[in-house]
């Protein structure tokens, strides 16, 4: 028995010493460890959205911002009475009861209820608030907010209900837009009680970053606006619009029509917001395609386009195919200034033919043609050019007037830039710089990426010279401002479905280079497929690209000048003549041959007028004129 005791003794003994050495071991070696993991086993946390970060245009307009708003959490540990706190909740959010019972029945420390309770309207969060229902909390939110709604609204894109970029700029820039979220955390026992002995944690969220465009809105306010009127009144199938610094490949301003609204992006047609129509549409480029092959022949000097000749009889045969020209009959004996004038298939061939198979495919290469642009958007198209195996002598016809080659809005723009701006290809980019909210310190800055030399400056210069002239004298007169010195091109392409020609309707375009001395823009225009108007780029696009101008270049601060080549008329046009001054004149003195006058109130001296001096008015117009006495002139 004592022997036993005494076993019994020591195994107590090592029992208590083990106890002890494991409590002093808890107690000063492992104490945090375990700390840690008590609290983290206390500890509850609310979630804090972070706002994502804004986007500006280049002369920092908000166009895409953030609201403040609350989102419903539950601690399921907390709630009193489950059925009836999920029917009144089910009541405010619109779903039903049996959705938010699953969710308050979880067996988790904090439930957040989405998408019905993500982003509440002010409404519905006072509806909430008011219950003050055991365990529902409403917590900090975002929601992501574009004022200006349709504008702009395929190259901005949207985000989802966890505020993640799904297209678009958006998605493109989601890792910068995207902040760190925030919490609140606090401590409770087993039986959801609070631990005072604990405090309350807040961490704040951290915003995302702020981008900065190349986007004018002095440009894109123009370009949405009448983008809008055209396609109310001519119902196209689509119309979209691009324009981009020449200088540096800086998107000025990128619109198409139908668009939709982010805010609302669910009730949008995906085909509306998934394609962003001036780097997603692949299409024929029709004669504004032209200016590419008078630029690549000029460069190889392959004719002087003021001396040498072309007789256009109203067609060309290739390989058996009869190419016509669209005036019957042709244009007869022209210079090669005037094949562009002209927009002269037949004049094209012969440009393709003296090029040659290799060095026209060789330009179509070094223009981007085949490759996509790499601007930083999402969704961006490549181009279809035919194999140099398949480029025969009909293709090399055909692709030498924009017929049988399928290439991007962006593609086009970017190669037409080149083509002015003294030769240089340029990368395009949508974002100017990357930067935080609240140091402006900048983390990315995005600056004109040179690609390769394609043209000669000389070359450059002559083309330039050669697109006022269509602009004056061609099929481009009807985009001619006064003041300004505009170069252009039409463009009249077939419409390809299904990869045959349709039966009816076109793709109308016009491609516009202002000041033609001093390219600052290149503005490109395509209707696919309008109706109630006359089916020709020059008739129908092109005005509505000098009524972008008219407002953009003024806008732009780019002055008139006194002397321009004047607009050729023809018997079609309409005149315009620039009003004189008459303001201080007598009504007596007040005569002009051109244009006649209305006068308004009473007295014998000029006090105002309208249109105002160096204004113009077309033919048929009249100046009004307001009389008052002598002391009231300005």
């Known amino acids: 028995m004592a022997k036993k005791i005494k076993w019994v003794n020591i195994v107590m003994t ?94 988790v420390s904090v439930e957040r209820i989405q998408p019905e309770g993500r982003q509440l309207t002010e409404d519905k969060a006072y509806q909430i608030d008011r219950l003050k229902l055991p365990g529902v909390y409403l917590v900090q939110d975002t929601l992501r907010y574009y004022p200006h709604k349709n504008y702009l609204a395929q190259t901005l894109g949207f985000v989802g209900i ?26 409770m026992n087993a039986k959801s009680q609070n631990l005072n002995i604990y405090p309350a944690d807040y961490i704040y969220p951290t915003n995302g970053m702020d981008i900065e465009l190349t986007i004018d809105t002095r440009v894109q306010d123009v370009v949405e606006r009448e983008l809008n009127n055209a396609y109310n009144t001519y119902d196209p199938d689509s119309i979209l619009c691009l324009a981009m610094d020449p200088r540096n490949g800086k998107v000025l301003a990128m619109c198409s029509k139908p668009d939709y609204d ?15 129509l001036p780097i997603w549409k692949s299409y024929e480029p029709g004669s504004t395609f032209k200016i590419l092959t008078f630029s690549s022949a000029l460069n ?110 962006i593609q086009l723009v970017r190669a ?52 006022e002239g269509v602009v ?22 077939q419409r390809a479905i299904n990869g045959t020609y349709a039966g009816n309707g076109y793709i109308l ?37 000098r009524k972008i101008l008219m407002d953009v270049l003024p806008a732009l601060n780019i002055k008139k000048v ?14 315009t003549y620039e009003v004189e001054n008459y303001i201080g004149m007598t009504k007596k003195e007040v005569k002009n041959d051109q244009y006649g006058f209305e006068f308004l109130g009473s007295g014998d001296y000029v006090i105002d007028q309208l249109p105002r001096v160096g204004d113009t008015i077309e033919d048929g117009q009249k100046v009004k004129i307001m009389l008052g006495d002598k002391n009231s002139i300005r």
Not at 262 to 276: L, V, W
Not at 518 to 531: G, R, S
């Open 262 to 276: 982010p805010n609302d992006y669910k009730n949008a047609d995906s085909e509306i917001y998934n394609r962003n």
């Open 162 to 187: 966890d505020n993640q970029g799904l297209i678009g700029l958006e998605l493109k820039y989601d890792e910068y837009l995207s902040g760190v979220n925030g919490s609140i955390n606090y401590y």
């Open 300 to 409: 190889e000097n392959l004719f002087d386009m003021d001396k040498d000749t072309y007789y256009d009889k109203g067609y060309e045969i290739v390989k058996g195919a009869r190419i016509k020209s669209w005036k019957k009959g042709g244009h007869g004996l022209q210079t090669f200034r005037e094949v562009l004038q002209n927009s002269s298939n037949p004049g094209f061939v012969e440009i393709g033919r003296r090029l040659g198979k290799e060095k026209l495919y060789q330009y179509v290469k070094d223009f981007g043609l085949t490759e996509k642009t790499g601007i930083d958007l999402t969704g961006e198209s490549s181009g279809i050019m035919f194999s140099y195996e398949n480029f025969n002598e009909v293709e090399q016809a055909t692709v030498a007037f924009g017929q049988g080659i399928s290439i991007t809005p």
């Open 14 to 107: 090592l029992i208590v010493a083990a106890i002890v050495v494991r409590l002093a071991y808890s107690q000063f070696y492992a104490y945090q460890e375990l700390s840690l993991k008590a609290t983290e086993s206390w500890q509850r946390g609310f979630p804090i959205e972070a706002a994502r970060g804004k986007i500006y245009d280049s002369r920092q307009k908000v166009l895409v911002d953030n609201l403040t708003t609350s989102s419903l959490i539950i601690v399921p540990s907390q709630v009193k009475d489950a059925v009836d706190t999920a029917y009144k909740l089910s009541q405010i959010l619109g779903c039903t009861q049996e959705k938010i019972l699953e969710k308050v029945k979880k067996k």
């Open 416 to 467: 037409v830039c080149a083509c002015v701006n003294g030769g240089t290809l340029y990368k395009p980019y949508i974002v100017n710089k990357i930067y935080n909210a609240k140091t402006h310190e900048i983390v990315v800055e995005n600056q004109p990426q040179k690609i390769r030399q394609v043209i000669r400056s000389e070359t450059s210069e002559k083309v330039r010279d050669a697109l």
């Open 472 to 493: 004056t004298d061609g099929g481009g007169k009807n985009a001619y401002i006064d003041g300004y010195r505009i170069g252009g091109k039409t463009g009249t392409a």
């Open 509 to 545: 375009s016009f491609l516009g280079v202002a000041p033609i001395d001093n390219p600052q823009i290149v503005l490109y225009i395509a209707m696919d497929n309008p109706k109630k108007c006359v089916q020709y780029g020059g008739t129908t696009a092109a005005p509505i690209a």
């Open 562 to 575: 006194s002397e321009q080549r004047e607009k050729a008329y023809v018997w079609t046009d309409v005149k």
